[in-house]
């Protein structure tokens, strides 16, 4: 793992090693300033880790939740927003050992926000999300994470999703320029897909 933090590190991505889910809400805690605004793309590994009701629930923040809102306009429009908020938290779809990020998004608000806009991106990884290589990220992408988005959409009736329909932006981030930008928080579990 110390090689894995090395890694970001020399890509200016900060990063940190954490147990479990009650670490790594505490270093989220930790890195979100009082009277932030603060959005988050959809995530299971968010969900798993319950910092999306702790934040629902802290006053001394401005959360923009597109979870509480119904209308497609209205979520495109916070979707827009969140890319001027101080912080902005994700999940990952894979992290190479030698430091890349790999996401693949349908709509592209994600990976949009990863890569530019918030001041600050807190990325949340389950050890399961880890890959050798960038080949084996993209094929764990594409036969794991799709698949089970698949299974989870379908389960909540919204059919017609596709591969083909959720890989319509591929991002790698290699480095950041930005220095205190990107974290990376590795949780000791196995955390979303």
Known sequence: MEKI?????SRNIN???VDDEEEA???ILELIPKSSKVSFGGSITLEEIGILNILKDRADINLLDRTSLKDPKDITKLCRESFS????LSGTNAITKSGQIVNV?????RVAAITFGPDKVIIVVGRNKITDNLDDALERIKKVCCVKNIKRLESLGKKGWTVDNMWCTVS???R????DRIHIIIV?????F
């Open 188 to 192: 000791n579990k196995e955390l979303g």
């Open 176 to 179: 950041q320029k930005e220095k």
């Open 15 to 17: 990063c940190y090693f």
């Open 105 to 109: 998004d349908g709509k592209g608000n």
């Open 172 to 174: 790698i981030i290699e």
């Open 85 to 88: 908020c101080d912080v902005y």
């Open 25 to 27: 809400v505490s270093k």
């Open 5 to 9: 933090i090395e890694a970001f590190k």
